[in-house]
């Protein structure tokens, strides 16, 4: 699996991580998630906090930009996007509204997918020195490693 290893390599380099690396580490290396075995779907690929605009009066999703990384496939690869910069209440509101037809690792697959794009927005956060994404990956990996 590309992510997980892109992770484990970017663990390696991250210092001073706010959270349990062991259980981190023992997370990555051992509970990788079944595949994706459910029907294919549209994927927005690259659904950081950027691409999801929001209506300032209402609160609420006006719109998704930048479908450049377009894919058909896994649709947890969206909903982990989702559960790392929202948190797990907008994830469960998401699939509760979701029509597509869904298998049964999609929650494993999410929170797996999630802890590894949490330590992206680690690593690049640092790189480019966005705060938020930092914020947001520390945010991600503790909600995922208390469950």
Request: hydrophobic share 40%; net charge negative; charged share 20%.
């Amino acid at each position: 699996m590309h992510l997980r290893d892109r992770s484990r390599k970017q663990l390696r380099k991250l210092d001073g991580l706010n959270v349990n690396q062991d259980l981190l580490r023992r997370y990555l290396e051992n509970d990788t998630p079944v595949s994706f075995e459910g029907a294919a779907s549209l994927v927005h690929h690259d659904l950081w906090a950027e691409h999801i605009l929001v209506d300032g009066r209402s609160g609420r999703v006006s719109g998704i930009i930048d479908w450049g990384d377009t894919v058909v496939g896994d649709p947890a690869i969206d909903f982990a996007c989702l559960y790392t910069w929202y948190g797990e209440s907008l994830l469960e509101n998401v699939l509760g509204h979701y029509t597509g037809k869904l298998d049964a690792g999609v929650i494993s697959r999410t929170r797996y997918l999630a802890t590894c794009l949490a330590i992206h927005n680690i690593t690049l956060g640092r790189d480019l020195g966005r705060i938020q994404w930092v914020e947001v990956g520390y945010a991600a990996l503790q909600l995922v490693l208390a469950t």
